[in-house]
């Protein structure tokens, strides 16, 4: 994982940064000058102070800038993270493999699960390779015959998200993206084992949701889940591509506010400044989290687990 | 007559005349006439409503509301409104440029209608059908709670009815206003198709311009039988969306109904004056499952039992 590279600051993390850079250019001093450990020291406390200040009135496009971050933790982390023994799945079996969604075995705690996940990619080549995270719809596929795989074999499903959506191309739409997506609604909304889904970056419309038709949903703290990215949705309502802050802010897309329209049931805390910081400690308290609650869904027979994800959907929706 | 008499309705006579060589205002002209968008052929509005607003010279296809469509599909008086007064509330407390409750009751101003589908029971050629009807004019026919709502409800009731289920698509997608509760509209109508399905029902899906976003990715591409109408602009992403992405220049006929039926996506694109007889034969087709209902309709309404006795619909396999 890479936890040993130094964080890159975000746009709003800037004064912390730049008072992190103050205070190596003291620490640089400070054999030649002992005298100046109490200036580092209450420098010290005051970028603590600011630190909780500033992440603790993040606004919804900090959480976004969080979620989108290039070092932050991708399934394939996860994954390793979690069984280092993983077995890796590949291919739609119907002509491609896409690489932007990760399929394969994973055991967690004892637990055997079919896991699938959108996968950002790290370098520049990965990138491209994984289509940043977007998958085709021979990735939906894919995702379609290992749930197929899990409910004939009685395994649980797990799902991670962090896509911006589904990719919008040429390809796409001639192999049918919407019906690749539909399908994937249909098939999770019936398969009677366990499903349990974690938005673990972006969780960006239908893209996000044709792997999150879940019994149970977690959330990382600054994660965002919304039903289009807030460009998207600033180009249109808006009609102006700088609105993008409003159209977080208006769509209510942070895993708080989520958890309040009672979309997701759980909201895993990330370390101070979001999971890039330490990559060890998200992977297992999502892990923690994860196992509990397959724990939970597996005291139920089939019948009643399907039973109680077709229930929950089904409650979705405000009118009068 | 008296010949003053004469001259003064001689002058009336052309008073009479003058009103109608006046010229008619813009207002009156749209309303008579309406120009084809693909042929610029001038049409008579009678006309082209008599031929369900088709241009008669090329074919086009004109957008038509929801109310319009089950006039052209529901036999005569047969369909029977469900879930009339159901009305979106205001989740998010959304406000962009103007609040979403004003944005709401100037849509219902503009389409005259509640939301965005309209869902019955009605009667095809005499078959018992759940039919929905979105309609485009009313906030771009985009999926909200009570779209989504309304949507599984009709098939919920198509499952207790054990009828056929048509739903006609027109929409640009998911609506933004209503945040992350219309994306989960996508997986309600999605599941309770699934329960459809299961239980043996016959789910038809019709796309007409335009079906775009989560509508098409959930209910519109579920259909046992999926039926574009010719012309009809259908996909996942907007045209503009995907030549912003590639930074390429599309070809004409991309995410038409022809290019869908093209590349598989269809079963068939039918023409809007053959619709209505495609849908009957399809349903008669999957009869023999649906036909036990037929005979415990009929018993209990007439209670001397002569339910049998009635003429068995064409192609009832039984």
Redesign the interface.
């Known amino acids: 994982m890479a936890t040993d590279k130094k964080p890159i600051p975000l746009e709003f993390e800037q004064p912390l940064a730049i008072l992190a850079q103050n205070m190596d250019a003291l620490e640089k001093q400070l054999s030649d000058n002992p005298e100046l450990e109490a200036d580092l020291d209450r420098m010290q406390e005051q970028y603590s102070s600011l630190k909780r200040s500033l992440y603790l009135n993040l606004r919804p496009i900090d959480h976004l800038a969080i979620a989108r971050h290039p070092q932050r933790p991708y399934t394939r982390d996860y994954f390793a993270a979690w069984d280092p023994n993983w077995i890796e799945l590949h291919g739609d079996r119907k002509g491609v493999d896409d690489a932007a969604m990760v399929g394969g075995l994973l055991e967690l705690d004892g637990i055997k699960v079919v896991a699938v996940g959108t996968q950002k990619g790290r370098t520049l080549r990965d990138k491209q390779q994984c289509n940043f995270g977007m998958p085709q719809p021979e990735g939906y596929r894919k995702a379609l015959r290992l749930f197929r795989h899990a409910n004939k074999f009685k395994l649980p499903i797990l799902c991670l998200i962090d896509t911006q959506g ?5 390809a ?8 690749a ?3 994937n ?2 098939e999770l ?2 398969v009677t084992v366990p499903v349990v889904a974690a938005i673990t970056g972006e969780g960006g ?2 893209g996000a ?2 792997i ?2 879940a019994n149970r949903i977690l959330m990382l703290e600054h994660s965002v ?4 990215t807030p460009e ?2 600033a180009s ?3 009609r102006s591509n700088d609105k993008v802050s ?2 977080c802010q ?4 942070t895993a708080k506010e ?1 958890l309040q ?1 009672g ?1 997701i049931d759980q909201v895993i805390k990330e370390p101070l400044g979001g999971a890039h910081h330490d990559h060890q400690s998200v992977a297992a308290n999502l892990k923690i989290a994860i196992v509990e609650q397959l724990q939970e869904l597996l005291k139920l027979s089939p019948q009643e687990v399907r039973q109680h ?2 229930d929950k ?2 409650a ?5 | 007559m008296d010949l003053k008499d004469w001259f003064a309705s001689r002058q009336k006579r052309r008073e009479i005349q003058e009103v109608i060589t006046q010229p008619l205002t813009t207002e009156e002209y749209c309303a008579l006439w309406k120009q084809c968008f693909q042929c610029r052929e001038l049409l008579y509005t009678r006309d082209l409503r008599t031929n369900l607003d088709v241009c008669p010279k090329c074919d086009y296809h004109f957008r038509i509301g929801a109310l319009d469509r089950i006039e052209q599909l529901a036999d005569e008086n047969s369909f029977e409104e469900l879930d009339a007064d ?4 205001d ?2 407390n ?4 103007e609040a979403y409750t004003k944005r709401q009751d100037e849509a219902s101003r503009k389409s005259g209608l509640r939301e965005a589908v309209l869902t019955g029971i009605c009667k095809i050629e005499g078959q018992t059908t759940a039919l929905g009807c979105m309609d485009f004019g009313h906030f771009g026919g985009s999926m909200g ?2 779209v ?2 309304k949507v ?1 409800r009709l098939t919920e009731a198509a499952i207790e009815r054990k009828s056929p289920l048509i739903v006609v698509c027109s929409s640009g997608g ?3 206003q ?11 109508t ?6 459809f ?2 239980a043996g029902g016959l789910y038809i899906s019709i796309l007409t311009e335009p079906t775009f ?2 509508v ?7 259909g046992d039988f999926i039926i574009a109408e010719p012309g009809a602009r259908i ?3 907007g045209r503009r ?2 030549e912003q ?2 930074r ?1 220049k ?1 070809p004409a006929d ?2 038409t109904a022809e290019y869908l039926l093209k ?3 269809v079963d068939m694109v039918v023409s809007r004056n053959k619709l209505k007889a495609t849908l009957a034969r399809l349903i008669t087709f999957h009869q023999s499952s649906a036909s036990e209902l037929e005979i415990e309709d009929n018993s209990s309404e007439n209670s001397n039992g002569q339910g049998s006795s009635e003429p068995k619909p064409l192609g009832a396999r039984n």
């Open positions: 589904a990719y919008p191309g040429i796409a739409e001639e192999h049918n993206q919407s019906q997506i539909a399908e609604l249909m909304a019936g419309s239908g949701l044709a999150g038709v889940y919304s039903v289009i998207g949705c249109i309502l808006w409003e159209a208006a769509m209510k897309m989520i329209l979309v994800r077709q959907f089904r979705f929706g405000s009118f009068r | 159901m009305r979106s509330s989740p998010l959304f406000f962009d440029t709670s009570v989504g709502e599984t998911a609506r933004m209503e945040g992350i509760l219309s994306l989960m509209q996508m997986a309600k999605s599941s309770v198709l699934k329960s399905s299961d976003g989560g098409t990715a959930s209910f519109a591409m579920l996909g996942f992403a969306v995907i992405t590639i390429q599309l991309f995410q590349h598989g996506q």
